[in-house]
């Protein structure tokens, strides 16, 4: 009858199974990496491992920082064929809210 026990999830067993050695490994977190957020670090933890065993969950909270005026590129790539023109003129629309939004995260704003 050990056969019927093996690989078998822990709460199918009877009281009285037969296994005298069982494994059941618990999944695990670590944090690796925490390097507290500063104006070169900009996501705490860097690094974690996770290990889950099926069906298990685990929480973790990760602290973001975005960086102070960081040069950006923004670029538009678009299909300029009559069937996106409506397309087109939102964009011409928003383009300066874009730019303005921009002004949030980078001080120099330069828009050709």
Same mark, same amino acid.
């Given at each position: 009858?050990? /056969? ?7 709460? +199918?067993? =009877?009281?009285?199974? @037969? ?10 977190? /670590? ?5 507290? $957020?500063?104006? %070169?670090?900009? #996501?705490?933890? @860097? @690094? *974690?491992?996770? =290990? ?7 929480? *973790?909270? /990760? +602290? #973001?920082?975005?960086? /102070?005026?960081?040069?950006?590129? $923004?670029?538009?790539?678009?299909? $300029? ?6 397309? !087109? %003129?939102? !964009?011409?629309?928003? +383009? ?5 939004? #921009?002004?949030?995260?980078? $001080?120099? #704003?330069?828009? *050709?």
């Amino acid at each position: 009858v050990v /056969a019927d026990t093996r690989c078998r999830l822990a709460s +199918s067993w =009877s009281a009285d199974h @037969q296994c005298k050695n069982v494994t059941n490994p618990k999944g695990y977190s /670590a944090v690796l990496k925490n390097t507290s $957020l500063s104006d %070169n670090v900009q #996501v705490s933890p @860097q @690094q *974690f491992k996770i =290990s889950l065993r099926p069906g298990e969950t685990v929480e *973790f909270t /990760a +602290s #973001v920082r975005p960086a /102070a005026n960081v040069p950006i590129d $923004l670029y538009y790539l678009m299909d $300029l064929s009559k069937s996106m023109e409506d397309d !087109l %003129n939102n !964009l011409k629309t928003l +383009s300066k809210e874009l730019g303005l939004s #921009v002004l949030f995260v980078c $001080l120099s #704003v330069c828009l *050709f």
